[in-house]
DNA sequence: TTTGTAATGTACCAAACGGTTAATTAAAGG
DNA sequence: CCTTTAATTAACCGTTTGGTACATTACAAA
């Protein structure tokens, strides 16, 4: 009854022959959705045009991640996971102090750069009042790791009397965290407002440069 | 044909009577939907929902805003102007170069923390890479003066000789910006992961304290 | 070979959503 | 008082959107 458009003579479409590969799919879905969501955030994004970039179907989106909101909750996963796994690469124990303390703010500088879906991803997850994040244990276990660096460090400074005394760990860490996140977050309307050029990369390196500056100034003594 | 449901004996429904208030009528729209767009962000709000919050009906919004973009773009000029506006009241001039600093330090952490539906309105049009704020001359026009009330800061500290020279303040305005605008904007996701009594009063006492004296350490001599 | 189950493709749907049509009323101008 | 126009109401519409039903295929175990 309803197969009226299709021509008579031919009986039934051949099916497209398909080889197995569940981690695969899974792997391809998050990547395309961690991209569409973050670029027209989660009400934004559409579930028709990220199983169309797919090399899969839409049913196999709702066969592994259930609806939208669970999609949306393992692409924020995914990419704390990847975002974190790059900071542990990071060794900076055989430094002094003063010297990890400017090589870690640099490096966040860049590294938040670098990943700028994670940055909107955080965004948008901080438009919903971190809701999924609430939700999620995953994500929550992996950060309590990322103080423990910053501590070190300062500890150490402290220890061996460059650094100040009496600093919040997780202040510098929130310091650092605001300069870096905000270069990357609120570059549009930044730009748009105060000028293109903050962005080229020369204005850039400066930006980095005095980041570590002012974090310096503000930790060691007599900085 | 379609009067089925209704009781057969009430003729006509009476129609409501009402003034005309366009004024009235506007501002209550783009109240409701600034916060409507705040929450849900502009492809999560909804028209309808709008609507039903507003004293009016979805008719007006169209009636007088065109469409859904149209509405967000005046809730974006709209919510940038009465912010500026909020600026405009602080006057710096009379005070020593360094103590007006710390001032508008502490006032620009303040006001950020004041207006999160317009820090979020910021996050949003950022999320849609600053697109709406592009075609909007009215704001365009009104932060180029922002730029000029720290320049003057600035340039009384250089000539007095308790600033570093050689700073460029659009950079200043970076770093206080940063700072105000991560704290507000990040606090769901920083709170979740970081500890919740981030947020207190005696934190955010402290954190506004640790911001003054950070971009003082930076930009005085000695400091 | 048979059979059970996990994985995949196709077609489809009900509800939500942005937007519109058309009639009606308030108020200002002559 | 009459006319015109701006403001407002109520009902409606076509499309988009998240989500499903159902048939089909790959693959592993018995």
């Known amino acids: 009854m309803s197969n009226i458009d299709s021509a008579p003579d031919e009986p039934t479409i051949r099916r497209a022959s398909w ?10 879905i998050l990547a395309v959705a961690l991209e569409e969501f973050s670029r027209n955030g989660l009400s ?3 579930m028709n045009e990220i199983a169309a970039k797919t090399q899969t179907s839409k049913r196999m989106i709702y066969y ?3 609806d939208k909101d ?14 974190r796994q790059g900071e542990e690469k990071l060794d900076l124990d055989h430094l002094p102090p003063t010297e990890a303390l400017e090589r870690l ?7 938040h750069r670098k990943n700028p879906d994670f940055i909107r991803l955080v965004m ?3 438009i919903h009042h971190g809701s999924y994040l609430a939700h999620s244990d995953v994500i929550r276990k992996m950060n309590k790791a990322a103080i423990s660096q910053i501590e070190e460090i300062y500890n150490k400074g402290v220890s ?6 009496g600093l919040d ?3 510098i860490h929130w310091m650092i965290s605001a300069m870096s996140f905000f270069n990357v977050s609120n570059a549009a309307t930044f730009s748009l407002l105060f000028g293109a050029d903050l962005q080229t990369d020369e204005e850039q390196s400066a930006l980095r440069a005095e980041v570590g500056q002012i974090v310096t100034k503000f930790v060691v003594l007599n900085g």
């Open 124 to 126: 948008i997850e901080n």
């Open 169 to 171: 760990p997780r202040r």
């Open 44 to 46: 934004g994004a559409r």
């Open 70 to 83: 669970g999609l949306y909750l393992k692409v924020l996963e995914a990419a704390y996971q990847e975002v």
């Open 160 to 165: 061996t009397g460059v650094f100040r005394q």
């Open 105 to 111: 703010v640099e490096f966040t500088f860049d590294h």
């Open 64 to 66: 592994y991640f259930g």
């Open 19 to 28: 080889k197995q590969d569940p981690e695969g799919v899974k792997a391809n």
